[in-house]
Every structure is written in structure tokens, then in C-alpha cells.
């Protein structure tokens, strides 16, 4: 018997309900509005009185209203047919939403149920399993998607019996398992999970010790991510966010990449929606749609959506890790979110945290972050989350509470730079304030020198060092002037340029600079490296400048060539020829 | 709004505040109207049998016997052709002792178009202005403010942009619009005979602040119905923004809701958010464009409207007066249209990127160099070139009263390019260069 409740009260999208009988924190539950549902979450509970906050628009609801509520939490449904689809932050697919606008209560499903998918059974009879055993799987797309024991299944099973190979629908039994007290669980190819639960059912979760590469220099040279790692993307608007977000989706080395649109723009989504099936994975030459998932909750959907709609990215991705995927997820931006969590905590009346933010929001933001991560599986595969999520501050200033909670939760920190920007230096991260505390893991050092070169991280610390002084430089010539400083300071000042123009900006726009494999970063920065090196002479610091611009220039010509074309090594051999004028041996 | 036969009269207040009045009724439904002796006014609470109703033009005056007559439905604004030409005031009744228009009834402020069903945008809006056509290219479905301090002449531009845009219709909504330039808008309008494509949702100042909260709601109502059901390209202006952030501030205050940054409620984000996003392309034609202001106090974009209207446009456009040349220019540095890149080296000439960012770089070493010269250094000679190079650039291109042709601003830049600096200090591709450098 599913507990009843009538509305008795409504402020904005908070709707109070009075009810007949138990109700949980955190229960959907569905207002019926002459005949249309609205989908809502209780989030508070008060005696008779629940707290829901509506996923919807209450225009036109009524005191009295009848409400019958679930007895769950918010779910999603997982099983083939998640790839490539386009959701709204409760997974409902927008493909198969009627009409141009959204409308109230359209709630559709997220699998295809109609469909037929090729199953191939995994297991024999008798095998023990456990939650998130393998027990088959089908193609979807270029995935060999697994069908699992449903992570609810808490017990010990044995497998009484599996279908054989051939086409299943995915509501169909494919396998029966007998539980410890002989009891029979019938199996499908989808299972239900509640999306604000960590999916747990792995062996170990060890440090992550692979870095995740992703053809932006300055992330992957100067502050690795690590393959199950987590880092956030801070920036004042118009520094780049996006389109660092859309480089990195288009580009890491994962199977899966799973974009939140959370509370940002429409077009941006659109964006994806229209480029990403014509655009091919640099790695696989499919494209790129294939392996992506959009989880859309635009700034113009209901607010209390874009809640949900991080978690049910993030329950997808624990997902498809534990058929041992290397899941990249994107969410832009978490500032969204935590703004609808601020809205919510407002209409509730609690007493607010720094600026009018909820006093939880650092926790629930760590916890968030937690859910990333590289795993091993019980069968002994491995598969990872590894979780990127941009923040908007306001103002662009980084001392206000989102940035400061993140920051306590995230490992890598790529901070996007007014200035930068400003002089169109892109990306705009700033090399100097961003880092990767990956790259204080021993064994991430030690994969990066096995996997790179012998002295990759080394050379990465110096390139750091002579950004760093280089700075050092430009404030002093800044101070004193140019014929104030030694001619010393001119040239570390242009060496630290160098590195800028070369390694550091790289043009998201430009076929082939947009996207730069290991190698060439590694062939490039010894290269940069090798100049930073050099000697070189000159009469004064009006030659040191045009000089350098000359190499810059060079360098340049070579990172918009094919690697190692005919075209790149004339381009380098002008850069030989420009380095001979001047260097001193 | 007609009362209609039947319809219950309360005429107990139980409260009243400056924006608000509450009183019991049942049956009432979230977000519709209500006369409040003779005020329109919208319920934005109802607990139990207690209904607290926002009344746009204040509550001065207002009597706890006032009577209050439920009007069953929320705010709706009647659509048709007949809406063209025609000045309408916050509620969307006609001014001028117009009679009233015949059309459908629409619900204002109605659902988000499902982002699956929008396109990409791709045409361009050419402006004329190579601030915003070469830097900052406009697109339709494009949403974009333009960041000015009140002495700036956002107005004049803003009408000058609408003019040349070539739009289908163009939907004015002011908020807080001065008579005088409320005045100076229809005087451009009609002096360039186009009128006929023009509607106007008013509210000036002399007329109550919170009644500006319908203004936007109303414009993009008549937006969408030109967009969708007469597929044609409908360009919004919204005057000024920040007024109308304002009066959501007055009445989130007046409901006692706790204030977040600047004073401004929780849940400015959601509701800008709200009015921007209706910027739409639709695979059929059909677009909405919307070109806002959004007055700063001395230039600073860190205040709250600002600052979340940035994250929810797509770039922002900044007046700035430069002192070197003395005239109005877009202002290379802090303006950014972010649709420009489905646009530009694509419907423009390939060259248009790259040149526009070389020509930003070298505005940028002369900015530098300027900073030199004021800090009392001596100036290289590169610098002196820089700084005689942004002096042109800025009179030549950025300036808002240049009104040329795509390609032209392209040529004029690499003239200038060619004029002052080496091919290796402009460092753009090749072989762009060899095809675009001008010969002598």
C-alpha cells in the first residue's frame, strides 16, 4: 500500500504534503495535477507534514491536490541502450519527448524495452556470483556491454540457470539465481539503482597510478589527471571552461565519456548534440557520439533537476566502470548545482552557511567527489571513473565556498586566468597557480618515466621552474623597466615564453594543434626544453625580444604541421637554422 | 482582464506589506491573478488556506477591506499578427488608447524548448560594426548583453544593431526605460519606417519597479510566436536587466527570503537563466535573438547581475570610451560573443580567426606599451609601432560609427598588419599570409 498525501501548502517549487502514512527522506513521489504527474523529492519531513521539492513547474497547483508517493528513492535504470543517448537530469530520454517544448510530466523512458539485444551468455549454471558479477553480454555499439547480478543483490548466488545466445529484449528473465537460503531471484538485462548511492561493488579502489591522457599540453605535461582521478576547472565566464570541457571530451583516452550539462547553457549542449556524430574519436575513428552520454539539465529546466542530474551522471559511470571501462565524466558546472542546493536550502528557511549556501554543501560536495576512481573488479578487471567538474565563481573570485569546498575534494586543480584570457592565451590555465597531486605519487613518477621518458618528470619540475622565474623576470622588467634589468632577465623572460606559446596555448580550433598524442609532447618539450638550455648572445635586449619571436614562430608552424611531416621537419629545420645565428657554444 | 459571472469576492486582508497583501481563500491556485481592489496582483505563496499575492503596482493605499477577485488563470498575453507596430505596457494592454488587439491568449513565461529539438545556430547577424562583427560576431539565437555604465550610449547602439539586423521583427522590452529614451527608440524606429516590425512592452520609470518583473515574459511571449508559428527571425531587446534584477531583489525581500550575494535573492541564476535561454534556434527558420543591457556601477562585473548574466549569455559586449581616438569603441579585450566560432572563417572568410585574434594580440602589446609609457620607460621601437597601430585599429575598426562590410574590415586589418609590423611579428599561419599580405 503506497502512502497518499494531499498538497497544503506551495512556495514556489516547494510543496508541502500532508500524508496518511510513512514516508522516507529522499522519496519521489508524484503530484497528480489533473491528470498530468509531476515528479517530485521529499527532502524534509516535519509530524504529517512532508517537504517535497518539485522537479517541475507548480504553476496552476492546487491546496488539496492529491500526492501518492513511491517508497524510493530516485532511481535510474541501467542496462543496454545507455550509450550515445540524450537525457534530462532524471533520465528521461529527450529523443522520445513530444512536441518543441518540454512539457510537464513527460516522463520518458530511459532503455528502449522494444528493442532486441544479442546476448551471450557469460556464465555456466552452478557458478557463484555475487553483485556485479559479469553473467553476459551484448554489443551496444562498440561496447561489449555487460549484464551483471544487480548491484542490489546483497547475498551469495548460485546460477541455477542462463539463457543461451540469441536476441532478448531487456525486461526478459536471461538468468536465474538461487540465493544462500534457496530462495530464486529471476535476472534481466536492466536493474534499477538509487543514484545518491555510491555503486560499491568492487574489490579495491587503490591510489590511482595511470595518468588519463587527453591531447591538451598543458594538462597532460605540466599537471596530469590520473586514469580515476578528479580534478575541477575553475574560471571566470569567458575564460575557456567550455571548450577546454568540449577538447577533453573530444579527446581523452577513455571508453566512455559521460557530459553533465548541469544549469549551463542550451547551446553549448547543442553543440554536442550536432558535432559529436560527425566528429571520430581520434583513437577508434568512430565517432564520436558512440561513446559519449549527455545528461542535459540546462540553466532554463527546473531547478531541482540539476541536483539530480550530477548524481545520475556519476550512477551511469559507476555503472559501465564496473564492466570494466575507463569512464571519463565531464560535469559543467558543479556551481549550478550547488546553487540549486542553495534555492532549496532557501525556501526550506535554514539557517544559511557562507554566503546563503547550505552548511552541508562541503560535504556533500566531497562526497560527490569520492564517487570517482580506478577499480579493481572481483573478476579482476579494472575500470574507472575519473571525474572533471568546472566551477563558476562568483565574480571569478576563488575565496568563496563552492571553489574552497571543491578544492578540499579534488586532486588536480586547473585554474583558468582572467589575464590569460584576456591576451587570448589559450587554454587559459594558469600554469603556475594550477596543479596535479598526481604528480607527487610516487607511482604516478614512476609511470610517467617509464611510459614517457627516463627523465619525463624532472624535465616537467624544470619547465615549471623556468615559467616560474620567467615570471619573476617580466615583474622585474615590469618594475624597472627594459634597460633597467641585465640583459639576463630579457632572456629568461622570452625562454619562459617560449614555453608558453609552445606547450602551454594551443588552439582548440586548429585541426591538428587542438590535439597532441603523448609523444609529440614529449618530442616537442624536449625540443622547448633544449632552447631553455641554450645560450645565446646578443647586444641588447631590443635583438633578445625579435629574436625569440622568431623561434616562437618557428615552434609555432611546427605544432600547426602533421607530427614528423615533410612540413614539420622544414619548420624544424628553420628553427635550426634561426638557433645557429645566435647560439653560443 | 474581465471578471466573470460567478466568481467569489473576499474582501478580508489578513496582511499587508509594501509589495504583498495575504489573505484566506480556498480553491486558489499557485501563480494565478487576482484583482486586489483594482490592482492586478499574482499569488506567490499559499499555505494551507492562506494565499499571499505579489501586487505589481505596490499596495499603497489598500484597505484590509479591499475586495479580491481570483481570476483562475496566470498571467496570458493575447498573440496575433495584430501585435505588430503596437506599444503595449507591462501587462501587455495596448497604450495610447489603443483598442485592445485580438489573438489567442498565451500563458507568459510557458516551458523551456527541449534542447533536442533546437539547432545549432549558424547565420550571422552582420551589424556593420567591426567590434562586433570582427571581434565578436553575432549569431542568431544568440543571447548577449552589453555591459555599459549608465553615461554610455547602449541605448543608441543597441537601436543602431536592431536597425541593421535584418530581422523579421524586432520586440522591444523595456524595464525602467526613461521617458525620454522610451521617446528616442520609437523616434528611430519610425524615422526608419520600420515600424511595422516593431513591438514594444514598456515600463518606464514613472510606473511601479515590480510590474517590470512581467516585461521580459510578455516580449519573448510574442518572440515565441513569431519564431514558431511564423518561422521568422525575432530579435529581442531587453533594456536595462539590471533594473529588472532589482525589482526581483524588492520582492524576494519583501517575502522575507534570506539575500545572497550583493543582496540579491538565491535564485537570480535561475531566473535570468529563465528569460535568456528563450534565445533559440529552430530547425525550421524560426530563431529568437536576444540583445540585452545590463548597466554596471563603475565597471565592475563582479556584482551579482553581472557576473551570473555572464555565465548564462553567450559573451557580453563592452562601451568603452577610448581616450586616444575619443570615440565609443567595442572594447577588444573584455567583449566575447561565444557563437562566433560556428560563424567566423565558415560563413566569413578563412582568414577571419586568425586575423581577428593577431590584430587582439597586437592591441594587447600596445595596452603594454602604454603602461610603459605612463610608468615613465623608454619605449622600444616595436612598442612606438604598436601603439601607432592600436591608434588605427581603433579608428579604422573598433570604432562603433565604422559601418563596413566583413571583408572590408578584414582588408583593413591586414593593411594595418602590413603598415606597421613583419610578417613573423603578426605570426599567422603561412599561408594565410602569403595569400592575404597586402603586396606593397
Keep these: 500500500m503506497k502512502t497518499q498525501g494531499k498538497v497544503t501548502g506551495i512556495i514556489s517549487n516547494l510543496v508541502v504534503v500532508e500524508v496518511d502514512g510513512p514516508v522516507a527522506q529522499n522519496e519521489i513521489c508524484y503530484i497528480n495535477l489533473a491528470g498530468t504527474k509531476l515528479m517530485a523529492e521529499v527532502i524534509k519531513v516535519i509530524g504529517k507534514l512532508a517537504y517535497v521539492q518539485v522537479f517541475e513547474s507548480t504553476r496552476g497547483l492546487r491546496v488539496g491536490t492529491p500526492v501518492e508517493f513511491q517508497g524510493h528513492m530516485l532511481e535510474v535504470t541501467l542496462g543496454p541502450g545507455l550509450l550515445s543517448k540524450n537525457y534530462d537530469g532524471l533520465q528521461h530520454d529527450l529523443a522520445k519527448m513530444k512536441g518543441i517544448f518540454l512539457q510537464r510530466g513527460d516522463y520518458t523512458d530511459a532503455l528502449d524495452f522494444d528493442s532486441e539485444w544479442d546476448f551471450t551468455p557469460l556464465v555456466e549454471p552452478g557458478t557463484q556470483v555475487v553483485a556485479a558479477d559479469w553473467l553476459g553480454e551484448v554489443p551496444e555499439n562498440w561496447v561489449k556491454h555487460k549484464i551483471m547480478v544487480p548491484f542490489t543483490f546483497t547475498d551469495k548466488y548460485t546460477v541455477k540457470s542462463i539463457v543461451p545466445a540469441g536476441k532478448y529484449k531487456v525486461s526478459d528473465t536471461i538468468a536465474v539465481l538461487v540465493d544462500s537460503k534457496g530462495e530464486e531471484h529471476k535476472v534481466t538485462m536492466y536493474q534499477k539503482w538509487p543514484v545518491k548511492k555510491a555503486i560499491t561493488a568492487y574489490k579495491e579502489k587503490p591510489r590511482p597510478f595511470k595518468i588519463l591522457e587527453t591531447g591538451v599540453r598543458v594538462i597532460d605535461t605540466l599537471n596530469p589527471i590520473a586514469e580515476g582521478g578528479t580534478g575541477f576547472i575553475p574560471g571566470p565566464f569567458g575564460c575557456g571552461k567550455t571548450v577546454l570541457q568540449h577538447a577533453l571530451a573530444k579527446q581523452a583516452n577513455a571508453d566512455m565519456i559521460i557530459m553533465a550539462a548541469c544549469g549551463e547553457r542550451a547551446n553549448e549542449v547543442v553543440e554536442i548534440f550536432t558535432e559529436f556524430p560527425h566528429l571520430d574519436d581520434p583513437r577508434t575513428g568512430r565517432k564520436l557520439m558512440e561513446r559519449t552520454t549527455i545528461i542535459c539539465n540546462t540553466s532554463n529546466m527546473p531547478v531541482a533537476a540539476r541536483e539530480a542530474s550530477v548524481y545520475t551522471a556519476m550512477t551511469i559511470g559507476e555503472y559501465y566502470r564496473s564492466m570494466g571501462l575507463k569512464v571519463l565524466l565531464l560535469a559543467d558546472s558543479t556551481s549550478r548545482w550547488a546553487q540549486a542546493l542553495r534555492e532549496m536550502s532557501n525556501r526550506l528557511e535554514e539557517l544559511p552557511g557562507p554566503d546563503a549556501f547550505p552548511m552541508d554543501l562541503s560535504a556533500v560536495i566531497a562526497n560527490f567527489y569520492a564517487r570517482a576512481g580506478f577499480v579493481y573488479l572481483n573478476n579482476g578487471n579494472t575500470g574507472s571513473v575519473t571525474f572533471i567538474g568546472t566551477v563558476s565563481p562568483a565574480g571569478g573570485n576563488l575565496k568563496e565556498p563552492v571553489t574552497e569546498s571543491t578544492k578540499k575534494a579534488a586532486r588536480c586543480f586547473y585554474a583558468l586566468s582572467q589575464q590569460r584570457a584576456d591576451s587570448k592565451r589559450y587554454p587559459a590555465i594558469d600554469p603556475m597557480d594550477s596543479y596535479s597531486k598526481y604528480l607527487e605519487y610516487p607511482e604516478i613518477q614512476e609511470y610517467l618515466n617509464k611510459n614517457i621518458s627516463e627523465k619525463w618528470v624532472s624535465l616537467v619540475m624544470k619547465s615549471k621552474n623556468i615559467i616560474q622565474r620567467g615570471r619573476e623576470a617580466y615583474e622585474q622588467i615590469n618594475i624597472l623597466g627594459d634597460d633597467g634589468v641585465p640583459l639576463d632577465y630579457h632572456d629568461r623572460y622570452w625562454k619562459a615564453e617560449i614555453i608558453d606559446f609552445v606547450v602551454l596555448q594551443q588552439d582548440a580550433f586548429d585541426k591538428i594543434d587542438c590535439n597532441t598524442p603523448l609523444n609529440r609532447q614529449r618530442y616537442m618539450l624536449e625540443k622547448v626544453m633544449q632552447i631553455c638550455d641554450t645560450n645565446f648572445h646578443f647586444d641588447g635586449f631590443e635583438q633578445c625580444s625579435s629574436y625569440y619571436k622568431r623561434i616562437i614562430n618557428a615552434l609555432k608552424q611546427m605544432n600547426y604541421s602533421e607530427f614528423q611531416s615533410e612540413e614539420f621537419y622544414n619548420y624544424e629545420k628553420e628553427l635550426e637554422t634561426i638557433l645557429n645565428e645566435r647560439r653560443v657554444q | ?440
Excluded: C
Design chain 2, 1 to 440: 482582464m474581465e471578471t466573470k459571472a460567478f466568481q467569489r469576492i473576499y474582501t478580508q486582508l489578513t496582511g499587508i506589506t509594501k509589495a504583498t497583501v495575504s489573505l484566506r481563500a480556498q480553491g486558489v491556485a499557485n501563480e494565478e491573478l487576482a484583482m486586489v481592489h483594482g490592482r492586478l496582483a499574482q499569488v506567490v505563496k499559499i499555505m494551507g488556506d492562506m494565499v499571499t499575492l505579489q501586487v505589481f503596482s505596490g499596495t499603497e493605499g489598500i484597505p484590509t477591506n479591499a475586495e479580491v477577485v481570483f481570476f483562475g488563470e496566470p498571467p496570458k498575453l493575447k498573440v496575433s499578427d495584430d501585435l505588430a507596430g503596437r506599444f503595449f505596457d507591462a501587462y501587455g494592454r495596448p497604450m495610447f488608447g489603443d483598442s485592445e488587439i485580438e489573438g489567442e491568449p498565451r500563458e507568459i513565461g510557458g516551458p523551456s524548448v527541449n534542447p533536442l529539438r533546437r539547432k545549432q545556430p549558424s547565420e550571422l547577424i552582420a551589424t556593420g560594426i567591426a567590434g562586433i562583427d570582427l571581434n565578436n560576431t553575432l549569431v542568431t539565437g544568440q543571447k548577449i548583453p552589453f555591459f555599459a555604465d549608465p553615461d554610455q550610449p547602449f541605448n543608441q547602439v543597441m537601436a543602431m544593431v536592431a536597425l541593421r539586423a535584418q530581422a523579421d521583427k524586432i520586440i522591444l522590452g523595456g524595464m525602467g526605460l526613461s521617458n525620454d529614451d522610451f521617446l528616442f527608440f520609437k523616434n528611430v524606429f519610425e524615422n526608419a519606417g520600420a515600424l511595422d516590425r516593431i513591438i514594444s512592452f514598456v515600463n518606464t520609470t514613472e510606473q511601479p519597479p515590480v510590474e517590470r518583473l512581467l516585461v521580459p515574459d510578455m516580449a519573448l511571449t510574442a518572440a515565441e510566436y513569431f519564431a514558431v508559428e511564423k518561422k521568422e527571425k525575432v530579435l529581442v531587446l531587453l533594456t536595462d536587466m539590471t533594473l529588472y534584477a532589482d525589482a526581483l531583489s524588492i520582492v524576494s525581500n519583501r517575502m522575507d527570503q534570506i539575500p545572497s550575494k550583493d543582496s540579491m535573492p538565491g535564485s537570480l541564476y535561475s531566473d535570468l537563466a529563465k528569460i535568456y535561454e528563450k534565445a533559440v534556434q529552430f530547425p525550421d527558420g524560426g530563431s529568437i535573438t536576444i540583445i540585452a543591457v545590463t548597466t554596471l556601477s563603475g565597471g565592475d562585473i563582479t556584482h551579482a547581475i553581472p557576473d551570473n548574466t555572464g555565465y548564462i549569455t553567450e559573451g557580453q559586449l563592452f562601451l568603452r570610451t577610448d581616450s586616444d581616438t575619443g570615440k565609443v569603441i567595442v572594447d577588444p579585450f573584455r567583449s566575447l560573443s561565444r557563437l562566433k566560432q560556428l560563424v567566423i572563417g565558415k560563413k566569413t572568410r578563412e582568414d577571419h580567426p586568425q586575423v581577428m585574434n593577431a590584430a587582439v594580440r597586437l592591441y594587447a602589446d600596445a595596452a603594454n606599451a602604454k603602461t610603459k609609457l605612463e610608468n615613465g620607460f623608454d619605449l622600444t621601437e616595436y612598442d612606438e609601432r604598436a601603439l601607432k597601430f592600436a591608434r588605427d585599429y581603433s579608428e579604422k575598426l573598433l570604432a562603433i560609427d565604422v559601418n563596413v562590410e566583413v571583408d572590408t574590415m578584414l582588408n583593413t586589418a591586414w593593411q594595418l598588419f602590413a603598415k606597421y609590423f613583419s610578417k613573423t611579428e603578426v605570426a599567422i599561419k603561412n599561408e594565410l599570409v602569403e595569400k592575404y599580405w597586402p603586396a606593397n
